[in-house]
């Protein structure tokens, strides 16, 4: 199988191969002539682009929001926090009990990420927190700092559910429910029960009856379910995490139930709020609908860390223009000189304009044409948001026992989906937004200790230049120019 296309040796000796070295205003890959077709070829025909990054001033921030505080973000000196050389064990010490962080030693975690670094202490303080980091290519960062608080606060003598975590999809609920029962062992007698949608309800109808979990991990409709029925009760909650709190806000099928759990179930006085999530558009806004929401408490912490930082240095950014009659074509001249092992397609969401015209999804019509088209690779598999949920669990675990894979996936594969094997990630379609972009972007690069190259390739019209451009500004990385 041949090797991914690294910075100085794109194919296999093997091939013909065109070379033309980047230097400071240039950077092109040209792929190799087996690949090309002539319609193909003449389509990529176009200049060099300069390209921009902005210079690295951002500097991490906290604000810091009570009554008598105004709704501004304070910039912080980028000073040396006194916790710097810290372990975990030093940070949670006299908090959180010692299997726990027996546990957390036993798997690898010792040295903390910035953002638990520094919003430990503030949740161990009991204040309401917003986490607001950029995607770290740490797998866990968001879900350890919560959890810790957690297991901070519970009574595992307790029998009712004193800590919620709140949830956008089924597979970002199943890696926290891993996590939650990894640092659950014994001698915690503490069980964490998976409320998710698709999931057996009735099952966990009896099991809530029997004995209530102390953590419940849900998807905001299976829980809505369970609460209408007064299957459980929230008045013993004590922790309400609500993760990638963005999206959740953004989905029209999700916010009315999240904004009646936030403001109806246990006051804010007698719980701790957590929303965390990699990108909270319009943060300022947001931190003021949450006090006057009374969604948190008036002295909330709105932790951000690192605003803006350049992507890991082994993730490389790549792009292909061409005409739009010629992308599944391009696509397989991509993979068929990439040969990745793991991989994600990124798909757009069908529109509502298509659907009533009773137009396949175009996630379907690729999978078609790479089926057709495409031989090296039989593990292709499907993920979408409107897959049965247990279509979309089976085509995971397919991925994860199976050797290589390449999944063609919309947007629901870009948050909490954890495929550390991942090498390559194409964007067929460019994402909305920089933010998605990031998203999908961290989707690669999280096998831990590893220091193999990833790849983000763009696949974009010629009107996308200057989309693709705003990216590269906002995320502060360097997209090279791939040639066919």
Same mark, same amino acid.
Request: charged share 20%.
């Given at each position: =199988?041949?090797?991914?296309? $690294?910075?100085?040796?794109?194919?296999?000796?093997?091939?013909?191969?065109?070379?033309?070295?980047?230097?400071?205003?240039?950077?092109?890959?040209?792929?190799?002539?087996?690949?090309?077709?002539?319609?193909?070829?003449?389509?990529?025909?176009?200049?060099?682009?300069?390209?921009?990054?902005?210079?690295?001033?951002?500097?991490?921030?906290?604000?810091?929001?009570?009554?008598?505080?105004?709704?501004?973000?304070?910039?912080?000196?980028?000073?040396?926090?006194?916790?710097?050389?810290?372990?975990?064990?030093?940070?949670?010490?006299?908090?959180?009990?010692?299997?726990?962080?027996?546990?957390?030693?036993?798997?690898?975690?010792?040295?903390?990420?910035?953002?638990?670094?520094?919003?430990?202490?503030?949740?161990?303080?009991?204040?309401?927190?917003?986490?607001?980091?950029?995607?770290?290519?740490?797998?866990?960062?968001?879900?350890?700092?919560?959890?810790?608080?957690?297991?901070?606060?519970?009574?595992?003598?307790?029998?009712?559910?004193?800590?919620?975590?709140?949830?956008?999809?089924?597979?970002?609920?199943?890696?926290?429910?891993?996590?939650?029962? =990894?640092?659950?062992?014994?001698?915690?007698?503490?069980?964490?029960?998976?409320?998710?949608?698709?999931?057996?309800?009735?099952?966990?109808?009896?099991?809530?009856?029997?004995?209530?979990?102390?953590?419940?991990?849900?998807?905001?409709?299976?829980?809505?379910?369970?609460?209408?029925?007064?299957?459980?009760?929230?008045?013993?909650?004590?922790?309400?995490?609500?993760?990638?709190?963005?999206? =959740?806000?953004?989905?029209?099928?999700?916010?009315?139930?999240?904004?009646?759990?936030?403001?109806?179930?246990?006051?804010?006085?007698?719980?701790?709020?957590?929303?965390?999530?990699?990108?909270?558009?319009?943060?300022?806004?947001?931190?003021?609908?949450?006090?006057?929401?009374?969604?948190?408490?008036?002295?909330?912490?709105?932790?951000?860390?690192?605003?803006?930082?350049? =992507?890991?240095?082994?993730?490389?950014?790549?792009?292909?223009?061409?005409?739009?009659?010629?992308?599944?074509?391009?696509?397989?001249?991509?993979?068929?000189?990439?040969?990745?092992?793991?991989?994600?397609?990124?798909?757009?969401?069908?529109?509502?304009?298509?659907?009533?015209?009773?137009?396949?999804?175009?996630?379907?019509?690729?999978?078609?044409?790479?089926?057709?088209?495409?031989?090296?690779?039989?593990?292709?598999?499907?993920?979408?948001?409107?897959?049965?949920?247990?279509?979309?669990?089976?085509?995971?675990?397919?991925?994860?026992?199976?050797?290589?894979?390449?999944?063609?996936?919309?947007?629901?594969? $870009?948050?909490?989906?954890?495929?550390?094997?991942?090498?390559?990630?194409?964007?067929?379609?460019?994402?909305?937004?920089?933010?998605?972009?990031?998203?999908?972007?961290?989707?690669?690069?999280?096998?831990?200790?590893?220091?193999?190259?990833?790849?983000?390739?763009?696949?974009?019209?010629?009107?996308?230049?200057?989309?693709?451009?705003?990216?590269?500004?906002?995320?502060?990385?360097?997209?090279?120019?791939?040639?066919?």
């Amino acid at each position: =199988m041949a090797s991914s296309i $690294a910075a100085t040796q794109l194919f296999p000796l093997s091939h013909t191969l065109c070379f033309s070295k980047p230097n400071q205003n240039q950077h092109r890959f040209i792929l190799p002539s087996k690949c090309t077709d002539p319609n193909l070829c003449s389509s990529f025909n176009f200049k060099n682009r300069a390209l921009f990054c902005t210079s690295n001033f951002f500097r991490p921030s906290q604000a810091v929001l009570n009554s008598s505080t105004p709704l501004i973000s304070q910039e912080e000196p980028n000073t040396k926090n006194k916790n710097d050389n810290s372990t975990l064990r030093e940070i949670c010490q006299g908090h959180v009990p010692e299997h726990v962080l027996g546990r957390l030693e036993e798997v690898g975690y010792v040295v903390p990420t910035d953002v638990q670094r520094q919003a430990l202490p503030v949740l161990f303080s009991g204040r309401d927190c917003i986490i607001h980091a950029q995607v770290n290519f740490d797998r866990f960062w968001k879900t350890l700092a919560y959890l810790l608080l957690i297991y901070s606060v519970i009574n595992a003598q307790r029998s009712a559910v004193q800590a919620l975590i709140v949830v956008p999809t089924r597979e970002l609920g199943m890696q926290v429910t891993k996590v939650a029962r =990894m640092l659950a062992a014994k001698p915690m007698d503490i069980t964490v029960m998976a409320l998710l949608d698709g999931g057996m309800l009735r099952r966990h109808k009896s099991w809530l009856k029997a004995e209530p979990p102390t953590i419940v991990v849900a998807t905001i409709a299976s829980l809505c379910q369970m609460l209408e029925k007064h299957i459980f009760k929230l008045e013993a909650m004590q922790v309400l995490v609500i993760d990638e709190v963005d999206f =959740m806000f953004n989905s029209s099928k999700q916010v009315s139930s999240l904004r009646k759990l936030l403001t109806s179930y246990s006051s804010c006085n007698n719980r701790r709020t957590v929303f965390a999530s990699a990108s909270i558009p319009q943060h300022r806004r947001f931190l003021h609908d949450c006090i006057q929401q009374k969604w948190t408490k008036n002295d909330v912490v709105h932790i951000h860390v690192n605003p803006i930082e350049p =992507m890991p240095s082994r993730l490389q950014h790549r792009f292909l223009t061409c005409s739009k009659n010629l992308r599944y074509q391009t696509l397989l001249a991509l993979l068929q000189a990439d040969a990745p092992k793991s991989g994600i397609i990124f798909v757009g969401e069908q529109s509502e304009k298509s659907k009533r015209a009773g137009n396949a999804p175009p996630t379907t019509l690729l999978i078609d044409f790479l089926k057709t088209s495409y031989g090296d690779c039989s593990d292709i598999l499907l993920m979408e948001e409107d897959m049965n949920f247990n279509l979309r669990a089976a085509s995971l675990l397919e991925v994860k026992q199976g050797g290589g894979y390449l999944l063609v996936a919309t947007d629901i594969a $870009a948050r909490g989906v954890d495929l550390p094997e991942t090498t390559h990630i194409y964007n067929f379609d460019l994402p909305r937004t920089a933010v998605d972009y990031l998203h999908r972007a961290g989707r690669t690069g999280r096998k831990p200790f590893s220091d193999e190259e990833c790849y983000v390739t763009n696949i974009i019209l010629p009107e996308e230049h200057f989309v693709l451009q705003r990216y590269e500004n906002e995320l502060m990385f360097k997209c090279e120019e791939l040639i066919l």
